[in-house]
Nanobody, 130 residues
């Protein structure tokens, strides 16, 4: 059974940092694109960042470029770890953040459409106070 589990969310002041983690298991993700999305209340889910597992290429939404960094670790005990380091956080970054995965054959690292990703985590809340 495929599982993506996010952690690391919380409350932080503007200008602060948080590091989100996503633990993916249940299948081999070595040829998958791992994406991060977020959804604020009353808004549509939007793309944040993505990384291709095979060659670690990354892609970022303009809104977070230069502030957020996504990375991955080599799989250990069949668990694949993906991270989203978020710096210089702003109140408008407040949202539920989701980890997602889709095969690289159909989900290139620049794919920003949520519907293209096959697997999703349950999300973790990030709140940035002003």
């Amino acid at each position: 059974q495929v599982q993506l589990v996010e952690s690391g969310g919380g409350l932080v002041q503007a200008g602060g940092s948080l590091r989100l983690s996503c633990a993916a298991s249940g299948r081999t993700f070595s040829s998958y694109t791992m994406g991060w999305f977020r959804q604020a209340p009353g808004k549509e889910r939007e793309f944040v960042a993505a990384i291709s597992w095979s060659d670690s290429r990354t892609y970022y939404a303009d809104l977070v470029k230069g502030r957020f960094t996504t990375s991955r670790d080599d799989a250990e005990n069949t668990v694949y770890m993906v991270y989203l380091q978020m710096n210089s956080l702003k109140p408008e970054d407040t949202a539920v953040y989701y980890c997602a995965a889709g095969p690289e054959g159909t989900v290139a690292v620049g794919t920003t459409t949520a519907a293209n990703y096959n697997y999703w985590g349950q999300g973790t809340q990030v709140t940035v106070s002003s």
